[in-house]
């Protein structure tokens, strides 16, 4: 029984180390760029809102990272 539990406890931390990193970025979305919800209508425009704020977020990774010095 001990085995079962260390292998599951392995499990759970595995999937909490990618589970925190995506709801950070979510997270990031919502705080700093006023939320992921979009109220334009139609597909391509909703398609393009959606990758502009994804560019947006990633502009703002890549200066954070360039900053700390993390590459």
Do not use: D, P
Request: a positive charge.
């Amino acid at each position: 029984m001990g085995a079962e539990w260390k292998r599951q406890e392995t499990i759970n931390r595995k999937n909490s180390k990618l589970r925190v990193r995506v709801e950070h970025v979510f997270g990031y979305m919502e705080e700093c760029l006023h939320g992921m919800s979009s109220r334009v209508v139609g597909f391509a425009r909703n398609a393009a809102y959606n990758t502009l704020t994804n560019l947006v977020y990633n502009l703002c990774r890549y200066e954070q990272v360039m900053r700390l010095g993390m590459n």
